[in-house]
């Protein structure tokens, strides 16, 4: 029977590989999610990013979550206040102005796009210049960002540095969309530990319980 | 202590219900582990109702402030992460459960007499369940939440002659918006409480019938085993094994069961490039996107959650305990499991026309069980008397036919006189 589900389960999967699958491919990137590397993409969200986004549910204070003493917070935040949130440096009206639309909210990127911090490590990286010299993006043609970066004029040397500024950034951005992954990780590995040693008592009393009884009486049972 | 417990019993049965519902239930002693679920689906019940409740105290259901207290809650509220992903992997859980105890009862044809109440009773908490998931889907207030919501409200589009006023009349405005959100938000809180009383019926027609068992036929007194303690710790040790899996996901892929979509506010003006339902109504989403009419298609969406009810009268067989002695039943029902999973599959993917191919196909087949369900169980049921039986289901066999003949003579007997 285990064996027809899995077989069934596998042609299922064939299927699934052959209907063909047109997402645009995204460019892989370790991310390095050490407090150094996050606090070097939080001083790009900080000093880059903020000029267009927000992050209206990232306040500085929540940045000693990534390691951040108080006067690294103090320095980062100039005149805000700790518990203010980090939103962008231009009005909203001046962006939509701009823009024809307020750019996105950064705070949940992470998570609001297939890939995550892949996705803003490829959409930043795939910056263009066409045959006709206008700017592009191969990843998201027709963005109305600009190369905020200057990726596509950029020669090898420049792009590695601002492919690794990016990296640290979409690692921030991560940690950014979802605050409490590490603790969940670590009270995930107690809790599972937990209802291991539990279940396995809890089949050690089933046992005994059931071993009270006696040979089945029925027939065929 | 035991002056107390006389106290009341002399006033409220309480002994009388602990013996009788536990200590004395009889259980059949050869239930296997997939009668497990019906307490696991108990349990997720009120995990989901308690964990539901936390929520409350901090959600707002305001089209203005909703994405953002549940924001909130995940980033401010102490442990409100714990509690939020709880919920979100819970309704997942929750239907997993429920799936595989209607797969028990199909595989083992729990629904053959006497057990057609309780088999409908579960059809009716199963659109409970699933009106309940729907509605706390919009409750996030994401572009999913507020699409599947614009989409599925709309079906009802279909309904004869007020059709429009209808969809106006549930959505509270003319598209789905902040009435909407408050209703659903109410609505959402008061099923659960309604389920609760459907799984009680459910109970009280369990506990009046006693469970069906792998065999399907009447065990001997002997094998009637009492629920405590031998079902309450094999149920808690499913629990412990649950849970497992169910923290695992908790902890470590709580975003599974979370569209990234569904992490951007809802914005009436922009719809996704392709909308999806959760995972446990994809099936279903398929079956409605393979009819390219409207209201043929919520007809067959609706008859494909429905036909269920019929299965005490579309299954024609004699032979007890379904599959466990019918190899065509058997069959059937893989291929049953197999063709929903496909089903499950399409669903989720953008139309085109290969999918709407494969998609019409699995959905024909769908129905196709059933439809042929009485022909081939008649045959199924001449083929394998002939072959001969274990003699303890032909003997269950001719007791519950002996029973159905006297009835109908009783019937006969009282229409002369």
């Given at each position: 029977m285990i064996i027809r589900i899995v077989l069934g389960l596998l042609m299922f999967q064939w299927a699934a590989l052959t209907l063909a699958n047109t997402e645009r491919p995204l460019t892989e990137v370790e991310l390095d999610r050490s407090p150094a590397s996050l606090k070097q993409g939080a001083e790009t969200v900080n000093n880059v990013c903020r000029g267009c986004h927000?992050?209206?549910?990232?306040?500085?204070?929540?940045?000693?979550?990534?390691?951040?003493?108080s006067q690294e917070i103090d320095a980062m935040r100039?005149?805000?206040?700790?518990?203010?949130?980090?939103?962008?440096?231009?009005p909203s009206e001046a962006r939509h102005a701009t823009y024809g639309v307020v750019p996105?909210?950064?705070?949940l990127m992470a998570r609001a796009r297939e890939g995550g911090a892949h996705y803003i490590y490829t959409l930043l990286t795939s910056f263009h210049t066409d045959a006709e010299g206008r700017l592009d993006n191969t990843?998201?043609?027709?963005?109305?960002?600009?190369d905020i970066l200057g990726?596509?004029?950029?020669n090898a040397e420049e792009r590695r540095s601002i492919e690794s500024q990016v990296a640290h950034a979409a690692a921030f951005l991560e940690w950014a969309a979802d605050p409490n992954a590490k603790q969940r990780h670590r009270l995930g590995w107690y809790v599972l530990g937990y209802l291991t040693v539990l279940s396995f008592l809890l089949y050690k009393v089933k046992k005994r319980v059931w071993s009270r009884l006696g040979a089945a009486h029925t027939p065929g049972l | 202590m035991g002056n107390a417990i006389k106290w009341v019993d002399r006033r409220f049965p309480l002994s009388t219900f602990i013996k009788h519902?536990?200590?004395?239930y009889p259980t059949p002693?050869?239930?296997?582990?997939?009668?497990?679920f019906g307490f696991l689906a108990g349990f997720v019940l009120m995990l989901q109702i308690i964990s539901g409740v936390f929520l409350a105290m901090h959600y707002?259901?305001?089209?203005?402030?909703a994405f953002d207290s549940v924001e909130h809650i995940m980033?401010?509220?102490?442990?409100g992460w714990l509690i939020r992903y709880m919920h979100s992997t819970g309704a997942s859980a929750f239907f997993a459960i429920i799936y595989i105890h209607m797969a028990r009862s199909l595989y083992y044809t729990c629904f053959r007499p006497p057990r057609e109440l309780m088999w409908w009773s579960g059809q009716v908490l199963l659109l409970l369940l699933m009106a309940t998931a729907f509605m706390g889907?919009?409750?996030?207030?994401?572009q999913m939440s507020y699409w599947g919501a614009q989409v599925i409200t709309n079906l009802?589009?279909?309904?004869?002659?007020f059709g429009d006023q209808i969809v106006v009349w549930l959505r509270g405005?003319?598209?789905?918006g902040d009435a909407t959100l408050n209703r659903f938000f109410v609505l959402h809180y008061l099923f659960p409480f309604i389920i609760i009383g459907g799984v009680f019926l459910h109970l009280v027609a369990l506990h009046y019938i006693k469970s069906s068992n792998p065999l399907g036929i009447e065990l001997?007194?002997?094998?009637?085993?009492?629920?405590?303690p031998y079902f309450t710790i094999k149920d808690l040790y499913g629990l412990g094994l649950f849970l497992i899996i169910f923290c695992a996901f908790v902890f470590?892929?709580?975003?599974?069961?979370?569209?990234?979509?569904?992490?951007i506010p809802a914005n009436p003006m922009k719809t996704p490039a392709h909308i999806v339902p959760e995972w446990y109504f994809l099936p279903f989403y398929a079956i409605l996107r393979s009819i390219p009419d409207l209201v043929g298609g919520v007809v067959a969406m609706g008859a494909s959650v429905l036909i269920f009810a019929a299965l005490p009268y579309l299954d024609?067989?004699?032979?007890?305990?379904g599959a466990h002695y019918r190899p065509i039943y058997r069959i059937m029902f893989f291929v049953f499991v197999l063709d929903v999973v496909a089903l499950g599959y399409l669903g989720a993917q953008p139309p085109s026309d290969e999918t709407l191919l494969y998609g019409r196909l699995a959905s024909l087949l769908y129905f196709s069980v059933f439809v042929l369900l009485p022909s081939i169980s008649i045959r199924e049921d001449r083929w394998l008397r002939r072959r001969g039986l274990p003699k303890a289901v032909e003997a269950f066999i001719k007791a519950e036919q002996a029973e159905i003949a006297e009835k109908k003579a009783k019937q006969r007997r009282r229409g002369g006189a």
């Open positions: 927000d992050l209206k549910f990232v306040t500085f204070a929540s940045l000693e979550g990534i390691g951040l003493s100039g005149n805000a206040k700790a518990s203010d949130k980090l939103m962008s440096y231009m996105p909210d950064l705070s990843f998201f043609p027709g963005i109305r960002m600009p990726y596509a004029n950029a | 519902e536990l200590t004395d002693r050869n239930l296997t582990s997939w009668w497990n707002k259901p305001d089209s203005m402030l980033r401010s509220v102490n442990y889907y919009l409750l996030p207030w994401g009802f589009r279909a309904t004869p002659f405005d003319f598209s789905i001997d007194k002997e094998d009637k085993i009492p629920f405590h470590f892929k709580p975003d599974m069961f979370i569209e990234p979509t569904n992490n024609r067989s004699t032979i007890p305990a």
